[in-house]
């Protein structure tokens, strides 16, 4: 009896062309990764830092706000007793709007 473990049986040539086939592709993809993920930091524009908001907007008093909207140079705010308050960039009501909300 001998002690020596056996040898691994040689791989056909075919099967070791497609061993490095693989190996070569692993190493492409891990590079290209690597660059796409490098490329999109370096490249990418600094994200928005968001809309820009008055410092305050005062409501008129009882009212409380459902919802708000910007467009250019206006902030609009939905209240709950059904008003639409336009305010300009300053926070200056620019416009109050009453909501007809017939019920059937």
Known sequence: MTDHPL????LPPSLRFLKHLV????????????????LLVTRMPSA???PVLPDALALPAGAKAAAVTMGTGWIAVVT?????????????LRQELQIDVTKP
């Open 48 to 50: 928005p830092t968001g």
């Open 7 to 10: 040898a691994e049986p040689e």
């Open 23 to 38: 190996t070569v592709l692993m190493i492409v993809m891990i590079v290209g990764v690597i660059t796409v993920v490098g």
């Open 80 to 92: 709950t007793d059904d008003r639409i308050l336009i305010y300009d960039t300053t926070g200056n």
